[in-house]
């Protein structure tokens, strides 16, 4: 409530919003997941439910009073850093981590400052593994804007059972082919 452009939202995210977000074979086969924007931390829950024994969740979160409710996530494989997601490389570095499968994000991009939201996404693509996913759940579809040309086109899905109906975009890092573009695959749901 007191930093509603941050925060972008006065409840959090609904079951069906978590499941559309989570359970999918991306995350159910990642070593290392990011998050940015974990707030009070349902969706990380949500991304360990699903993720397998060894692997890791980095959350990353620019509002400090989500800390207390993510440090009473006791599970081995989660940590969390108070922080800026203009810093996620610098940050991962500091956690060890150089590359991953997966970024989801619920920052909302459409508050962002355009060059700010440019320099977020081409960190998301420079730490992404090729064949990695990002996964972006959002209310306007500026990420888009700014996930492109790198990401190429999403995938959107609709998920009108959450206060307010979002669309969760997603996009697979996919090698640079012969024809020097980059492809786009789609990451499955099921
Ligand atoms: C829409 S809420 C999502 C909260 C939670 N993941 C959920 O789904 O219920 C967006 C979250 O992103 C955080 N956030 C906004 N800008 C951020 C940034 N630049 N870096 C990291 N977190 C940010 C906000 O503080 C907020 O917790």
Not at 65 to 72: H, M
Not at 73 to 80: L, V
Not at 111 to 127: G, S
Not at 168 to 184: D, I, L, P
Request: with cysteine; glycine share 6%.
């Amino acid at each position: 409530m007191q930093n509603p452009r941050q925060v972008a939202t006065v409840l959090p995210s609904s079951a069906q919003l978590m499941n559309c977000i989570a359970n999918r074979q991306c995350i159910r086969e990642a070593r290392t997941v990011i998050e940015l924007g974990p707030g009070a931390g349902g969706t990380s829950s949500a991304l360990l439910d699903q993720m397998p024994h060894c692997s890791r969740l980095l959350s990353i979160e620019k509002t400090e009073v989500f800390g207390e409710a993510l440090s009473e996530i006791t599970d081995s494989r989660f940590a969390y850093q108070i922080g800026d997601a203009l810093q996620l490389k610098s940050i991962a570095r500091q956690h060890g981590i150089r590359k991953c499968d997966v970024v989801v994000s619920g920052i909302p991009f459409s508050a962002i400052d355009p060059k700010v939201a440019k320099q977020i996404t081409r960190q998301v693509y420079d730490i992404l593994d090729n064949t990695g996913v990002f996964l972006a759940y959002q209310l306007r579809d500026d990420v888009t804007k700014h996930a492109h040309p790198l990401f190429g086109n999403p995938r959107k899905q609709t998920v009108s059972r959450n206060l307010p109906p979002l669309r969760v975009y997603s996009w697979t890092k996919v090698e640079q082919g012969e024809n020097k573009g980059w492809q786009r695959r789609f990451d499955s749901v099921a």
